[in-house]
């Protein structure tokens, strides 16, 4: 076996063996194999595709490169959950402490943020105090006794996935159903979780751009864990407005706050239920989602998911007494968006205003930038909303010196028509 | 403009510009693009393929990366030819003293033998005394008085093509007909010949296995000399049997001798006979093929065009003296391949000849590898010959030890039937 003979495998349309997917990422690892021949082999396999089988045996190969959590120690249903991302993506900040509350565990590692789509361990480290570097004992033993704790990606986990993504990067081969799908569930085996719910967000502000790329993106990885034995299923969200009412770190952790009181945006506040009702049921805590769902709310109302919320928190070292203090919104700049016809907002452009927000210093384009925790957007109309001129859009917050052009993109997001649009029922889709 | 976006527009199906061609080119010769990108490109190129305007973008970025021979210096008509490479093929060392020996002038750059095809220059410099190193001045020079040179590939000649050949050859990408035609067609180019004659060559011993692959690499090759305003035709020629009836360096000069003295196989006395006809129809030296054919075939025969191969030869330092004496063939090992059936010889497979000749010394698998200029094969019957059982097939000279499998390879070759073949007449087929 040579990686020739597989690059020309793929190049001919053969769907390549176990051995020969253990042997190019052992061989890519290793520094056996050199860049140049692994990006041909990524390009022949972003054209021509990998089957099924193939993206399996590509998951436990990168799965094999490193180490593997062990969460046998934990008592209860390991469960873990993971977003494609998007913009004012919150979801794992509510969806965590709801699922903890109910008794499931917890043990999830999470990403940065990169352009336009946010990260959860940038809105973790946004609270004063807080660390997501746990060591594995330390990580383990939160998630025994909190039922959760959120750390980030460890170096040793998955070490093929961050080279492979790095070449990836530079090469052109990022936008690929297999090496996209091999590469996320690849983490989330690693992990060590029992099941795994996958949201796959599609639209403007998502990586998938249309509902049918989510699709096939979100069966490619359900069929994965299914191979390998975990309970996986997906389900679609949009991804063309943002998720909530804010975008920026510290924002959308009072957001999350709030909805964990029970007081959040609708469209957050329904996706969250649905992502902890599907995880119920995968942890087999009730038969049907119908069942699940009444109870996950509950959660909500009772203050219990809140509470879980808190502990784990603490567990790692954060202070949440800034979010109850007015000062939370303080920065140099603070810039009202004023609409200036009447009519009704029809939709909110997610990609623009997620990409303002890395303007403002709320993400970051590359990797070395810094976040300024308290900077972001926060929206005063959702689409259907009705507006009169004058009537204030949205705020845009930063501590940079005011940017003539913030104000005109901010406005290129929103679109005001006369007559009021129809307001799409969410309606939860489900990949299983 | 950057190499993501290149890369990108090629997966997409889309035309590169002729300004992104460059930018790929140059960036890559000029070390600015690494290695991966460049793989990354070539895979999608090979797969997405290329229309020939851009195959004649990718020619001319390659010529313009290095220097280009400026034949004006040399009066009367600038001819080139190129075979694309078989077993036993020396059709150079007759078809270049026929064109030079009617008045053409022949600038003519070649490569050495790799793998079961041979090389014109090692053939050359099998001839004591010859090299193929001369300065561009004496190259020039010698066109000039004898009518004809050949050398070696310079290294300041298209230095795009000899990276990029190495990055294909170890990427899986040789195979490309865009990326093929654009490596020989650069190397015309640049070499300077207002017209260029192909011979493309399929069959089991040629590049291309099939007649349909090899026409559609000769037409993308003539488009590209068309598209540049260089006369450029293409004839197609048959390499599934040896060309003529010898195999290695020395060998094959006594036989190109003994063709230039009229007294050549049959086989190849017709390709080189058709060769040098077209390329007089190019030079305009004659208005159709048929009225070029019997000048040619009056070269071989007034002895003109043997005398044209002695002054080539001798400019060049070579001493013929060793092909007149029997010693030539001495080698440590001499074997007869003898037939055990009778019957008759329906085939000769070219490939397993041509694998067999490099182990017995006559090529090489690696570049590094030293050739011994006597060994080879020297064939004793062609496909239609009538054989009984105790004749001798060929005979294998080495200076190797004898090793078993030599025979039962050779064996292989041949296959005997009891009925007679019918022995395809050869005609010829062109591409203009």
Redesign the interface.
Known sequence: MNI?SI??NK?NKRALSEEEIRFFIDGYVQQEI???????????I???GMNPTETAHLTMAMVHSGHTMDLSSIEGIKVDKHSTGGVGDKTSLVVGPLVASMGMKLAKMSGKGLGHTGGTIDKLESIPGLTTSLTEAQFLQQVQTVGMAIIGQTKSLVPADKLLYA?RD????VQSIPLIASSIMSKKIASGAQTILLDVKYGNGAFMKTIEEATVLAKAMVAIGQTLGRDTRAILSDMNEPLGLTIGNRLEVKEAIATLQGQGPKDFTALCVEAAAVMAVQAKLFATYEEASPHVEHQLISGKAYQTFENFIHAQGGDLHVFSIPSLHETHTELPIIVAQSGYVTSIHALTLGLLSVSLGAGRLTKEEIIEYNAGIVLLVKPGDKVRSGDRLCTLYSNKSLQKEWATQALKAFTIEEKAPKVAISTLQMIQ
Chains 1, 2 share one sequence.
Do not use: F
């Open positions: 020739l690059i020309e190049v050199p860049d140049y021949q692994i990006a041909s082999l990524l390009m022949a972003k054209l021509h070449l530079v090469t052109g081969t």
